[in-house]
């Protein structure tokens, strides 16, 4: 029991690891981002990463995988071409948005953005039994692609550890609201998004959940199910 609490913990440190500065980031706070491409995403999809003031007079970091249409206005041909053009994107959801420029060619690019947040999504957030977020939380959500529906559907799902680390964590190992469904109708009273998490990051595929449900299994908890796959694993 101590070491699956160690691993479940271990998980979590690994995600909040991929974010290695907690933002210091305000209104109208500039943002640096970049882009570099890589073989192992699909073709329309980029690693962009974003620099940005942080506590204590540091610089952090986050990246995330975006598709090109997910960065409006980004000229995809330019991004591509030969040589180095000027661009311009948003990258906007209910945290907030951040307005970018900078030039891009070869597959690369770099500039500066703009960030906003958005007014009224501390609030959401609040209402939905989450801790109240900074500004830099609202930041690194934008980020990431956290949205509020998802927030809801987690919510009515039975999950009530929505602070923004978690969250973020779901994006970072692409638990899905499909797995997280699936999951969750095993039926664990005790499920969290650690735990969820922790699942997806040990191998479990929703594959694999919909496979143990089809031979007959509808009451698991989260642990029993890492355990089946560990051991079928072996």
């Known amino acids: 029991m101590m070491m699956t609490r160690f691993v479940r913990a271990s998980v979590l ?10 933002a210091a980031a305000q209104g109208d706070a500039e943002i640096a981002w970049s882009i570099a491409p890589t073989g192992r995403m699909a073709a329309d999809t980029r690693m962009i990463t974003f620099r940005y003031p942080a506590e204590g007079g540091r610089t952090g970091s986050t990246g995330s995988a975006r598709s090109v249409d997910e960065m409006a206005g980004l000229d995809a041909a330019a991004l ?11 990258l ?5 948005r951040l307005e970018c420029e900078g030039t891009a060619g070869g597959g690369r690019g770099s500039g500066r953005c703009a960030y906003q947040p958005a007014p009224g999504f501390a609030g959401e957030m609040e209402r939905l039994g989450a801790p109240r977020p900074s500004s830099a939380d609202q930041l690194e959500l934008l980020i990431h692609g956290v949205e509020l529906a998802q927030m809801r559907e987690l919510r009515r799902l039975g999950y009530r550890d929505l602070e ?4 973020i964590a779901m994006q970072i190992f692409y638990v899905t609201l499909d797995f997280a469904r699936e999951a969750t109708a095993f039926g664990d009273p005790d ?38 796959h560990r051991h079928r694993t072996r």
């Open 80 to 90: 591509a071409g030969p040589a180095e053009s000027p661009v311009r994107f948003t």
């Open 191 to 228: 499920r969290s998004l650690d735990e969820l998490v922790s699942l997806k990051h040990g191998g479990v595929s929703l594959a694999y959940l919909r496979a143990l449900r089809e031979a007959g299994y509808t009451r698991l908890t989260f642990r029993q199910i890492e355990e089946m």
């Open 92 to 96: 906007a959801g209910d945290p907030g």
């Open 13 to 22: 440190g690994l995600a909040i690891a991929a974010m290695p500065g907690r």
């Open 164 to 167: 923004p680390d978690r969250l």
